[in-house]
């Protein structure tokens, strides 16, 4: 059975750091894509980071770049997201994904495993 479980989510300030992490069992995603999606109370689900399977190129969407870094470590089946300099907008659950594919896409779709999602919030 495939489980992605989050953590290191939780409340920080404005301008502060968070680390979330997504640890994978039951299969091996060193040749998946990976990503990170976050949903805001009455909003869709959206993509925020996403590592291909491939080389390992990271992917971002617009508003996190520069903020946002996203890596996984194989080895250890994790992927990983750090968060800088967070802004109250950043409030969301975030999920973590994983896609039977190599290359990246942003929607939800071309994910088939998803974690049960890890809450940050930023206060202002």
């Known amino acids: 059975?495939?489980?992605l479980v989050e953590s290191g989510g939780g409340l920080v300030q404005a301008g502060g750091s968070l680390r979330l992490?997504?640890?994978?069992?039951?299969?091996?995603?060193?040749s998946?894509?990976?990503g990170w999606f976050r949903?805001?109370?009455?909003?869709?689900?959206?993509?925020v980071a996403g590592?291909?399977?491939?080389?390992?190129?990271p992917y971002y969407?617009?508003?996190v770049k520069g903020r946002f870094t996203i890596s996984r470590d194989n080895a250890k089946n994790t992927v990983y997201l750090q968060m800088n300099s967070l802004?109250?907008?950043?409030?969301?659950v975030y999920y973590c994904a994983a896609s039977t594919y190599r290359f990246i896409r942003t929607m939800t779709s071309w994910f088939d495993y998803w974690g049960q999602?890890?809450?940050?919030?930023?206060?202002?």
């Open 1 to 3: 059975q495939v489980q």
């Open 21 to 30: 992490s997504c640890a994978a069992s039951g299969r091996t995603f060193s």
């Open 32 to 34: 998946s894509a990976m």
């Open 39 to 47: 949903q805001a109370p009455g909003k869709e689900r959206e993509f």
């Open 51 to 57: 590592t291909s399977g491939t080389d390992g190129s």
């Open 61 to 63: 969407k617009d508003s």
């Open 87 to 92: 802004k109250p907008e950043d409030t969301a």
């Open 117 to 124: 999602g890890t809450q940050v919030t930023v206060s202002s």
